[in-house]
T-cell receptor, first 113, second 113 residues
């Protein structure tokens, strides 16, 4: 079955530690995205990538970093500079042309204490 | 950049009633408007989308209308069922390559039997 896999489903970290969230897709999509979801805030765009080795900042990129070394993979690192890292993180992919539906993974809930 | 406003934030209806969720967008260049349904603990799933060359689109009990002049689009669910209970998100984007979807803050729909 084609789809997007985010792992792990739940992640716990101590404050001050960097943590990397995994996102893998086998849909052969060129574009991949990271969104953050907080209660009552909707989905806010962190970073997106239209092609391997290229990515753009979204609305809330501060404190996050990404890489896109392979078409299938788009890991997100939450750094210690992110002031409020506890959230539900969603990865998505689409064909590269604009106006295309996003296919989402089932998310990773990150808790930082 | 694009800004999407969504109302209401919560909506409670009786089984069999209709539900309407409304969104407005700010960027007149946006021309792709999808709607997503998110169940608890899962990623959002596309339920219907509309492009700016169409004023209305229907898929069984779900319909979306678009008023480009007013920069307004709506989701209509008829004959609601308990399994329609979920969080619904609207979104908007341009169709040119390199653009990402911007989401509203979501509507929690509760359908009671």
């Amino acid at each position: 079955d084609g789809g997007i896999t985010q792992s792990p489903k739940y992640l716990f970290r101590k404050e001050g530690q960097n943590v990397t969230l995994s996102c893998e897709q086998n849909l052969n999509h060129d574009a991949m995205y990271w969104y953050r979801q907080d209660p009552g805030q909707g989905l806010r765009l962190i970073y997106y990538s239209q092609i391997v080795n290229d990515f753009q900042k979204g609305d809330i990129a501060e404190g996050y970093s990404v890489s896109r070394e392979k078409k299938e993979s788009f890991p997100l690192t939450v750094t210690s500079a992110q002031k409020n890292p506890t959230a539900f993180y969603l990865c998505a992919s689409s064909v590269a042309r604009g106006g295309s539906p996003l296919h989402f993974g089932n998310g990773t809930r990150l808790t930082v204490t | 950049g694009e800004n999407v406003e969504q109302h209401p934030s919560t909506l409670s209806v009786q089984e069999g009633d209709s539900a309407v969720i409304k969104c407005t967008y700010s960027d007149s260049a946006s021309n792709y408007f999808p709607w997503y349904k998110q169940e608890l603990g899962k990623g959002p799933q596309l339920i219907i989308d509309i492009r700016s060359n169409v004023g209305e689109k229907k898929d069984q009990r779900i319909a979306v209308t678009l008023n480009k002049t007013a920069k307004h689009f709506s989701l209509h669910i008829t004959e609601t069922q308990p399994e329609d209970s979920a969080v619904y998100f609207c979104a908007a984007s341009k169709t040119q390559a390199g653009t990402a979807l911007i989401f509203g803050k979501g509507t929690t729909l509760s359908v009671s039997s």
